[in-house]
């Protein structure tokens, strides 16, 4: 099966900073990779799908990158809304199986 | 716009059934895309519980599949989750999704209903 590994688990950021998390796929996923960003207490809301796809209604700061197994959601300038938890996520074909990475908590400084 | 609405009980009993409804308004789940669960334990990350698209393009998570049903009704517009035989691991907050297909991203969620197992 393939695992996501995300990276770093917890950030530190301030208000205004650039920041970049990263997802590490254990094989090559062909750009099938979302991102998802969790508030506390409240459902995932869908980022970023085929790897840099902005999902609409998303603020352009969000952009995703990569390719193979080495896949990036950059902020370019962080909003007091943006300090939540990231999630990517990708489908295999097979076997059909789903799966999230562990997440990235992104916290103020 | 389209919205789910997880239903069913916040209590649920050890080695009993976990019974979930997810309604939907906004897009007749007839019109395609997959329907799906995922759940997440207090505290901790998200965790794909099964997508459906009809009963023979049904896929679960391999970790559940033999405790697992998710079905459709296309006419109510709703679509369920069965879980059984459940221990305190499944207490979780389950959220209903829908499921784009082909890449498979969630782009539609519910709001998340909480479920503890207890007796």
């Known amino acids: 099966d393939i695992q996501l590994t995300q990276s770093p688990s917890f950030l530190s950021a301030s208000v205004g900073d650039r920041v970049t998390l990263s997802c590490r796929a254990s094989?090559?996923?062909?750009?099938?990779l979302a991102w998802y960003q969790q508030k506390p207490g409240k459902a995932p809301k869908l980022l970023i799908f085929?790897?840099?796809t902005l999902q609409g209604g998303v603020p352009s700061r969000f952009s995703g990158s990569g390719s193979g197994s080495e896949y990036s959601l950059a902020i370019s300038s962080l909003q007091p809304e943006d300090f939540a938890t990231y999630y990517c996520?990708?489908?295999?074909?097979?076997?059909?199986?789903?799966?999230f990475g562990g997440g990235t908590t992104v916290e103020l400084k | 716009q389209v919205q789910l609405q997880e239903s069913g009980p916040g209590v649920v009993k050890p080695s009993e059934t976990l019974s979930l409804t997810c309604s939907v308004s906004?897009?007749?789940?007839?019109?395609?895309?997959?329907w799906g669960w995922i759940r997440q334990p207090p505290g901790k990350g998200l965790e794909w519980i099964g997508s459906?698209?009809?009963?023979?393009?049904?896929y679960y998570n391999p970790s559940l599949k033999s405790r697992v049903t998710i079905s459709l009704d296309r006419t109510r517009n709703q679509f369920s989750l069965k879980l059984n035989s459940v221990t305190a691991a499944d207490t979780a907050v389950y959220f209903c999704?829908?499921?784009?297909?082909?890449?498979?991203?969630?782009?539609?969620w519910g709001q998340g209903i909480l479920v503890t197992v207890s007796s």
């Open positions: 999704a829908r499921d784009r297909g082909g890449n498979h991203f969630l782009d539609y």
């Open positions: 906004g897009y007749p789940i007839s019109s395609g895309y997959y």
């Open positions: 459906s698209y009809h009963s023979d393009s049904t």
């Open positions: 094989q090559d996923i062909a750009g099938y």
């Open positions: 085929a790897a840099s």
């Open positions: 996520q990708h489908f295999n074909s097979y076997p059909r199986v789903l799966t």
